[in-house]
């Protein structure tokens, strides 16, 4: 797993790549939180280069999730692959987890 960060704009982009399992889940939710570790964050996830997504994974986008909000922050999913997508979907995440097709409708859904 391998997770790369810029800011840019005010958000925080985070591009997150290989897989997010049960081996990588708890450092990759450390270093997400610490990301999101301040007042209104607001915070785009690039999905695209992720390989695979396990149910420690979808915990782990729910902490990141839970923590942003909780700051009174934004957060949006973009990117996704059609089976990471189905895997969202059909766990009931894309409820909780803003996903959007592209950069573009992620950006602005955070007022952007």
């Not at 939710?29 to 570790?37: F, M, N, P, R, S």
């Not at 990117?79 to 592209?102: A, N």
Request: hydrophobic residues 45%; charged residues 20%; proline residues 5%.
């Amino acid at each position: 797993m391998e997770i790369i960060c810029v800011q840019e704009n005010g958000i925080t982009l985070i591009a997150l790549s290989g897989r997010l399992d049960n081996v990588t889940s708890p450092s990759a939710l450390t270093e997400l939180i610490a990301h999101v570790d301040h007042p209104q964050p607001r915070l785009m996830m690039d999905a695209s280069p992720l390989e695979y997504l396990s149910s420690a994974g979808l915990r782990t986008l729910l902490g990141v999730t839970k923590k942003v909000r909780a700051g009174g922050g934004k957060i949006a999913i973009f990117g996704m692959s059609d089976s990471i997508r189905e895997i969202i979907e059909i766990s009931g995440f894309h409820s909780i987890i803003p996903c959007f097709p592209s950069a573009a409708s992620a950006r602005e859904a955070l007022g952007v």
